[in-house]
C-alpha cells in the first residue's frame, strides 16, 4: 500500500489535532495524537517505533530525516526533568511541536509524527496543583502525547494521581502511564502491580496507551549486561491483554540489537524511547551498534575525528565537563549552554551531525524494530476513522464501585511490591 497525495492531502484535513490546526494552520506536517503511532504498529505487529527523545535541534532534524526514509510512523519526545520548568535541554514541552513542524515544512516529511510529553513527573501529592496547572498548558503548545508517571509514589498514590490529572488531558491524546521506576535490576514490576494500575484506570473509562515497566534497564549509559528482562516483559504484558494496552520500553540504549529485537518479537511493545544515545551520536561521540557509549580506559567518552561537532567545539565541551565535574551521562547536562554554539557552526558539519543521527535511527527503524512502512498504517487509520481521534483504546471490564478511593487503597495494601533503592531515576 502507497499512500496517494489526495489521502495525504484528507490526513492533514482530517488527521491533526484541534491544538496542531491551531497552532499550525497552514502546516504540512502531520502531527497526530500519539493514539495513531501506537495503533500503526499494534496492527502491524512485532514491531515498536522509536521515541527519539529530541534533546536538540540535530537530533529531531535527523530523526525526521530517518522515518521519512524508512516510512515508519515516529514519536518526538521530551522527558520533563529534559524539558519542563527546570530543563536542562533547549528543547522542551513548549517549542518541541513548533521544531518539529518547521522541520516537517521544510523538508516536506510526510510521515506522521506524535509530539510526546514524556516521564510527566509526579513525586508526591503536593505536585498535583501544579501539574492541574501546568499541563493543560503543554497541550496548548502542541503535545499530542502525554506519559503520567507517578511511579515513585506507592502503588494506590500512583493510580490515584493517574485519576486525578487525567481530567486535564484531552481524551483524543496518546497516553502512557508507569509502574515502577527505571532502576535497573532493582524493583522489578510485576505482573500483579501493572494490573492493578491498568484495571484502576479502567474502571474509570481511562484505557492507556502504553505502559512503563521497570524490566530491568537503567536511564542514560548502561554499564550493566543485565537488560531488558524479556520474559519477565512478556509476562505483564500477557496479563495485560484483555486491556489492549501496549508497552512503552524505556532505557533502550543500554541493550544490545538483538535484545531489542526480541522485546519487539515476543512483548506487545509499540514504543522504544531512546535518549542518550541520539545526544552521543550527534556529537560525533563513538558508540557501539546498539546507541551505547564506549569509553576509553579512563571513563572518558571517545570522540570520533570527522564526525558531530567540530573537535574544536568538542574539546570546549570536556573541558566545561570537566570544569562542572560531568562524567559519561552527565553530559547530558551540556546540551542547553552549548545549544547556541552548536547551531553556529558551519553548516556541513550540522549537517553531518543530523545524518549521523538518520544513519542510527534508520537502522533502528529498519533492522531493529520492525518500524518500516508503518506510516501509510497509520494514515489508512485516520482516513478510516475520518478523524484525529480513533476513539478509546479499549473498553471498560472493571466495575467502577470495586475501584473507590478507599477500595483502591485496601487494595494496593495486599500488594507485595519492591520499588528498590530510593534515589533520581528520572532520565
Given at each position: ?23 499550525f ?7 497526530v495524537?500519539?493514539?495513531v503511532?501506537?495503533h500503526?504498529?499494534?496492527v502491524k ?15 529531531i ?18 522527558a ?17 511541536a513548533?521544531?518539529?513542524d ?10 506522521p ?8 513527573g509526579?513525586?508526591s ?8 496547572v501546568?499541563?493543560?498548558?503543554i497541550?496548548?503548545?502542541g ?24 481530567k486535564?488531558?484531552p481524551?483524543w491524546?496518546g497516553?502512557?502511564?508507569?509502574v515502577?521506576?527505571i532502576?535497573?535490576?532493582q524493583?522489578?514490576?510485576s ?20 505502559i512503563a ?7 542514560g ?19 495485560l491483554?484483555p ?11 543500554g541493550?544490545?540489537?538483538e535484545r ?23 556529537w560525533?561521540?563513538?558508540?557501539n ?25 568538542w574539546?570546549s ?6 570544569e ?6 552527565g553530559y547530558?547536562s551540556?546540551n ?9 557552526q558551519?553548516?556541513?558539519?550540522r ?7 538518520e ?30 481521534d480513533l ?26 511490591s519492591?520499588?528498590?533503592?530510593e ?5
Open positions: 500500500m502507497t499512500v496517494s497525495a489526495a489521502e495525504f492531502n484528507r490526513a492533514l484535513e482530517i488527521g491533526r489535532p484541534p491544538n496542531i490546526v491551531k497552532l494552520p497552514n502546516s504540512r506536517g502531520l502531527l495524537s500519539g493514539k503511532i501506537d500503526a504498529l499494534a505487529g512485532k514491531a515498536m517505533t522509536i521515541a527519539a527523545n529530541g534533546r536538540n535541534y540535530f537530533i532534524r535527523g530523526a525526521l530525516m530517518a522515518a521519512q526514509k524508512a516510512n515508519a510512523a515516529l514519536i518526538i519526545e521530551i520533563r526533568s529534559e524539558g519542563g520548568a527546570k530543563a536542562y535541554c533547549p528543547t522542551n514541552y513548549w517549542n518541541m513548533r521544531m518539529v518547521q522541520v516537517c515544512n521544510e523538508l516536506k516529511i510526510t510521515i509524527v506524535a509530539i510526546h510529553a514524556d516521564h510527566y509526579i513525586k501529592e503536593n505536585d498535583l496543583p501544579f501539574a492541574s501546568e499541563i493543560p498548558t497541550f496548548e503548545a503535545i499530542t502525547s502525554i506519559a503520567i508517571d507517578a511511579s515513585h509514589m506507592s502503588d494506590d498514590k500512583n493510580l490515584l494521581a493517574n485519576l486525578e490529572l487525567n486535564f488531558i481524551a491524546a497516553l502512557e502511564t508507569e515502577g521506576e532502576k535497573g535490576s524493583g522489578l514490576s505482573a500483579a502491580e501493572a494490573l492493578f494500575l491498568i484495571q484502576g484506570l479502567n474502571a474509570h473509562n481511562i484505557f492507556p496507551n502504553w515497566l521497570n524490566n530491568g534497564t537503567t536511564h549509559l548502561e554499564a550493566s549486561s543485565q537488560g531488558i528482562q524479556v520474559e519477565l516483559t512478556a509476562e505483564i504484558h500477557q496479563a491483554a486491556y489492549k494496552t501496549s508497552g512503552a520500553q524505556h532505557g533502550t540504549s541493550n544490545s540489537s531489542l529485537r526480541e522485546i519487539t518479537r515476543k512483548t506487545r511493545t509499540t514504543k522504544a524511547n531512546v535518549a542518550t544515545a541520539l545526544q552521543m551520536i550527534s560525533g561521540v563513538e558508540v551498534d546498539y546507541g551505547n557509549a564506549i569509553l576509553d580506559r579512563d571513563g572518558n567518552l571517545i570522540k570520533v575525528k570527522n564526525e558531530g561537532v567540530t573537535e574544536e567545539m574539546q565541551m570536556v573541558a566545561y565537563a570537566k562542572k565535574g560531568l562524567k559519561g551521562g547530558k551540556l542547553l549552554p552549548f545549544d547556541n554554539k552548536l547551531l553556529g558551519p553548516a556541513p558539519i549537517e553531518r551531525m543530523c545524518r549521523r543521527v544513519d542510527f535511527i534508520y537502522n533502528m527503524l529498519v533492522n531493529v524494530f520492525n518500524a518500516e512502512n508503518t506510516a501509510e498504517i497509520a494514515i489508512a487509520a485516520i482516513l478510516r476513522q475520518g478523524s484525529y476513539g478509546p483504546k479499549a473498553q471498560r471490564i472493571e466495575d467502577p464501585a470495586d475501584w473507590t478511593r478507599e477500595k483502591i487503597t485496601a487494595r494496593a495494601a495486599t500488594l507485595n519492591d520499588k528498590g533503592p534515589g533520581n531515576f528520572e532520565d
